[in-house]
């Protein structure tokens, strides 16, 4: 079937597109929390900004590779069938 579902030239773009989008989802809600938490941390305690911040800075960038992740092998599904 020409066109059809079973078309590799019509599901790959919605595969990657799938792929980038479900993949980014998790990380920024992750990102978006920690830094929710963060404020909330450094409003309690304004002394302790700097440690809170790195923490922060690290946990965002671990939860970052993820979506960069998901973005690789939306590439890869694009490119590669």
Known sequence: MFGGVEDPAVVVPFAAALAIGLGSIGPGLGI???VRAAMEAIG???EA???????MIIGAALAEA???YAFVVAIIIA???
Request: aromatic letters at 6%; glycine letters at 10%.
């Open 32 to 34: 978006g929390m920690a």
């Open 44 to 46: 309690r305690n304004p």
């Open 49 to 55: 900004e700097g440690a809170i911040r790195l923490t």
């Open 66 to 68: 993820i979506a960069i």
């Open 79 to 81: 490119f590669a069938i």
